[in-house]
């Protein structure tokens, strides 16, 4: 069992900067996959970014590409989320996941990951 905690949303403008982060506790971190989901009001959840354990391989969702930065610390447990130049669209309630299956390449379907966070509010103004 692993039990993780996001922090780190907030308000910010068009363009601006935030970083998540997802603490767990329970196990070890290290031999987990990783993702970060969002979702916005009236849609459905959607992936985000997410990393492999056992790979080492990282993806991203189209949308945040070039944007968004995943990365991880073993030491502390923790995973984040470095989230720059945001837009209005980027606005939903973020979440991170784990799962201990180790797939080689990143998972982007939120139904194969089994722990989630409680989820984060990023609210982005124009």
């Known amino acids: 069992q692993v039990q993780l905690v996001e922090s780190g949303g907030g308000l910010v403008e068009a363009g601006g900067s935030l970083r998540l982060s997802c603490a767990a506790s329970g196990r070890s971190f290290s031999s987990y996959h990783l993702g970060w989901f969002r979702q916005a009001p009236g849609q459905e959840r959607e992936f985000v970014a997410g990393?492999?354990?056992?790979?080492?391989?990282?993806n991203y969702a189209d949308s945040v590409k070039g944007r968004f930065t995943i990365s991880r610390d073993n030491a502390k447990n923790t995973v984040y989320l470095e989230m720059n130049s945001l837009k209005p669209e980027d606005t939903a309630v973020y979440y991170c996941a784990a799962t201990r299956a180790p797939y080689s390449t990143v998972v982007r379907t939120a139904t194969r990951y089994d722990y989630w966070g409680q989820g984060t509010q990023v609210t982005v103004s124009s």
């Open positions: 990393m492999s354990w056992s790979s080492g391989s990282i």
